[in-house]
Each structure stands twice: as structure tokens, then as C-alpha cells.
């Protein structure tokens, strides 16, 4: 796979590509640790212990997924990691509609959204996992790596995931050229990792909004740990955190959760 036809201002790193590996995070994370230079990626054919948030799987069959981890350097605080989870899903999810309209039908937007913090969804169901993991010395990021699990041409998922999981194939039934994807995803990604370093988090942020109905009004219910939070969503903070507005007014601000969507009043 060719990138150098990309002019990528800052993934300018190896793209190593793997028949088979456990993890391409645990891959990207071993380079990172070994001193390579920002924007090395690793693509596999195929994970053999793929994961998500909260060490969940993530299933990973052979040819019928994108599975990327890509190596950032950023100087940044680092309160403003969590940024990088967001842009990475914007620029997943504005490759996916892409591939979506231009494959299928270029009259009318694709139903993709974005699940604060790290799910794309097409026609509501999951169709991409976002899994950063930062690797930090004191209070300095020595780098951030972005894991993007994006299910393209897979056909079925096991009993437990087929009311939640879909794939682009499911949705539109065009496959999808797994190698094409890849690199206008990198390229996407580079641009927004490109202006959130310039410019800061705001554009961020506010591309997000306009690709997410999770951002603000959305009656949801948030669990992390033992604790449950039913409420409205309110927004996002400058650090990407989600804002949930309770039964009481009172307003809360989750760095981390689980989310879902609650369609009829509680």
C-alpha cells in the first residue's frame, strides 16, 4: 500500500502492513516505545485478540475489516488527549459517508453518526470502534495511539452482536476495497490532526457536533462503574468531555461511559 502519493503533512511515518497479528495497538505500541517517528501505522489482515474500551473483543475475521493503529507524538497537555479520540472519529466517520454516497447513492447523506466517546454508527447500529491508549512519562504524553477497527465487508456477526453490529457491506451491499478506504482514512486523518495542532480543539469540536446527534438534547443513559446517569446530553467541553444535564438540572461532566440512547421518555 502506497502513501506517499498522500502529501501527508503529518503521518509521514512506515506503513507496515501484517497478514496476522494479535493487536495492531499492541504492534503500533512497541514501535512507538522503540523511538518511530510519528504517523507509523500498522494495517492487518486479520487480529487475533482484537479489543475495545474496557478490554472488550473486537471481532477481527480475515479480509473482511480495516484494522489500523496509527503512532502520534502530539505536544499537547494532557487533559487534551481525549481530543484525539475525537478527531480521529471525525475523520472516520466523514471516510465512511464518503464511501457510503459516492458507492450507493450520491442523492442523499448516509445515516452515519458519531456515539461519544469513540463508536461510528450507520442506520443506528455499530459500524467502527475507536480505541486510543496513551503512553505518558510524568505528565507528558510520550504518544497516543489511535486504533480504528472499521467493519467493511463482513457478512454476519455471532448472535450476540447482530442486533448492535453492522458492517458497510450489511448496510449497502457493495464491498468495499479495503486498501482504498485505508488510505483516504489516513488522509482525512492527517488533516484534522493537522488542524488540531494549529488551531486547537475548537474546529474539533465543532465538526463533531455537526456529525453527531449524541451532542446536545439527546435523552441518554450513561454507565461507568456501578453508577448510572439518565439524562440530557448538553454539549461537550473544551477537553472533549460529554455534558449531562439530570432529572434535577443539575449538570454532570463525564470524561468516560457507556452510552445509550433512550428513544421513548423514562
Not at 119 to 142: A, F, M, P, W, Y
Not at 159 to 180: K, M
Request: proline share 3%; with cysteine; aromatic share 6%.
Amino acid at each position: 500500500m502506497d502513501i506517499g502519493h498522500l502529501n501527508l503533512k503529518r503521518l509521514r511515518g512506515r506503513l507496515i502492513f501484517l497478514e496476522s497479528t494479535a493487536s495492531t495497538n499492541d504492534v503500533a505500541k512497541e514501535l512507538a516505545e522503540e523511538g518511530c517517528i510519528e504517523g507509523a501505522a500498522v494495517v492487518a489482515d486479520e487480529q487475533t485478540a482484537g479489543r475495545g474500551r474496557q478490554g472488550r473483543s473486537w471481532i477481527s475475521p480475515k479480509g473482511a475489516g480495516l484494522y489500523l493503529s496509527v503512532v502520534l507524538r502530539p505536544t499537547i497537555p494532557l487533559e487534551m488527549a481525549p481530543l484525539v479520540t475525537l478527531l480521529s472519529a471525525v475523520a472516520t466517520a466523514e471516510t465512511i459517508r464518503e464511501e457510503v454516497v459516492v458507492r450507493v447513492d450520491p442523492t442523499r447523506d448516509a445515516q452515519v453518526d458519531i456515539k461519544w466517546p469513540n463508536d461510528i454508527l450507520l442506520n443506528d447500529s455499530k459500524v467502527c470502534g475507536i480505541l486510543t491508549e496513551t503512553g505518558i512519562e510524568g505528565r507528558s504524553i510520550k504518544y497516543i495511539i489511535t486504533g480504528i477497527g472499521v467493519n467493511l465487508n463482513h457478512e454476519q456477526f455471532p448472535d450476540y452482536l447482530a442486533q448492535s453490529a453492522t458492517s458497510i457491506f450489511i448496510e449497502t451491499g457493495c464491498r468495499v476495497e479495503r486498501d482504498r478506504f485505508c488510505l483516504r482514512l489516513l488522509s482525512h486523518l492527517d488533516r484534522w490532526y493537522d488542524i488540531f495542532l494549529t488551531q486547537g480543539g475548537a474546529p474539533v469540536l465543532s465538526r463533531w457536533r455537526d456529525l453527531s446527534t449524541y451532542g446536545e438534547g439527546k435523552r441518554v443513559s450513561v454507565s461507568f462503574g456501578n453508577h448510572q446517569i439518565i439524562g440530557l446530553t448538553r454539549g461537550l467541553t473544551p477537553e472533549g468531555a460529554l455534558l449531562i444535564e439530570g432529572a434535577d438540572g443539575n449538570i454532570e461532566k463525564l470524561l468516560a461511559g457507556e452510552i445509550t440512547s433512550l428513544r421513548q421518555s423514562v
